[in-house]
């Protein structure tokens, strides 16, 4: 039994599937984190941060109010951590009181859709949205609330890590993870700070039988269920970070086409790369380019661009996969609803489907 960690199971039940690529190969996708920032005048930010400090736990949630932590403590003084009692990884990050570092907006929500079903997200906004919560004031910060980052993870089952050249246009930063932190190969794409960033790496399907699969690891952390019978897939997410205030949360249908920027060139390149750069098998693309331009004249530069550019495929159609965009915000519940950020729509709506 080959040993994985438990960091690389997943479970696709509810990604979206988006087609196939040339090889015939099932895509799925889904959005794996959001941050969001809205801002508000002076004397309604007062009482929003008066609302949030009142927070208290419930049946459902559990709260716990402290200082931020991490890079947001750079930026806000204080955060509430809102976690559901069912699902540990069903959680909600409120940040507020800004320290006027970074021009940030007063108030900063975060969460990892992906283990979230429409219903539970929906029963969280609204929660958080009542009286005497933030209320009507939540909806208020939705309507002018804007992207700081989001993860478009996109899964290619059958598709290996090593059968193409994977690539991110653009980026002059790479490496090659032979020991990652979650116990095994990947590969990072870009600058952690650039507005796009990709992490390549494979994982396992295991559907719904990963709580149980998760639940039995070995002191390293790695699983002692044997997964072979579970299909694998390559993850390629993309972490895209808009930079000044450029993607409105209610304008997620605006978000640029972030597979245009991912590159598939074919192995048969590697007869010619071996020549060049011995130790090809360990380096990203921009590190290769990197060496060749330190150790070669300009000229063998251009000849790699004209290799890349020869053994460049198409393996997926960009356009179609991206063009399922509207179903992962349709998968963001009320978020990713404007109409319902009005009252009397989502009071209409709520009655409806039993949010009250």
């Not at 991490?70 to 509430?80: A, L």
């Not at 993870?153 to 090659?176: C, E």
């Not at 790695?222 to 072979?228: M, S, Y």
Request: with cysteine; hydrophobic share 35%.
């Amino acid at each position: 039994m080959n040993s994985m960690s438990a960091k690389r199971i997943d479970d696709l039940t509810y990604s979206c599937e988006v087609g196939r690529n040339v090889m015939g190969q099932l895509i799925k996708a889904r959005f794996d984190k959001l941050s969001i920032v809205s801002t508000c005048g002076s004397n309604i930010s007062k009482l929003i941060d008066e609302r949030i400090e009142k927070i208290d736990g419930t049946a459902k949630y559990t709260v716990e109010r402290r200082s931020s932590t991490g890079d947001m403590g750079k930026y806000y003084r204080s955060e509430v951590f809102i976690r559901s009692k069912r699902n540990r990884n069903q959680y909600l990050l409120i940040n507020f009181h800004p320290t006027g570092k970074g021009k940030r907006g007063e108030f900063r929500f975060e969460f990892s859709p992906q283990h979230f079903r429409k219903k539970e997200l929906n029963a969280l906004f609204m929660w958080l949205g009542s009286e005497p919560l933030l209320g009507e004031y939540l909806f208020q910060l939705l309507k002018s609330a804007w992207v700081t980052r989001i993860d478009y993870a996109l899964d290619t089952y059958g598709l290996n890590i090593d059968d193409y050249f994977i690539h991110l246009k653009s980026a002059s930063k790479g490496k090659v993870n032979k020991n990652s932190s979650d116990g095994g190969v990947g590969i990072k794409l870009g600058s952690r700070n650039s507005e796009i960033y990709a992490s390549v790496y494979p994982k396992c399907d295991v559907g719904k039988d990963i709580s149980d699969v998760v639940e039995e690891v070995d002191e390293l952390g790695n699983v002692l269920v044997d997964v072979e019978q579970y299909p694998k897939f390559l993850r390629i997410e993309l972490r895209y970070q808009p930079q000044k205030q450029k993607l409105l949360l209610r304008k997620m249908n605006n978000m640029p086409n972030l597979l245009e920027k991912v590159i598939f060139i074919d192995t048969k390149v590697t007869s010619e790369l071996a020549v060049l750069v011995s130790d090809y098998k360990v380096r990203t693309l921009p590190e290769i380019r990197a060496y060749i331009k330190e150790k070669y004249p300009k000229k063998v530069v251009k000849k790699l661009d004209r290799l890349l550019k020869k053994h460049h495929v198409e393996l997926i159609d960009h356009q179609k996969v991206w063009d399922q965009l509207y179903i992962l915000k349709y998968d963001l519940a009320i978020l990713g609803n404007d109409a319902l950020w009005q009252k009397n729509l989502r009071e209409k709506w709520a009655l409806k489907h039993g949010y009250q």
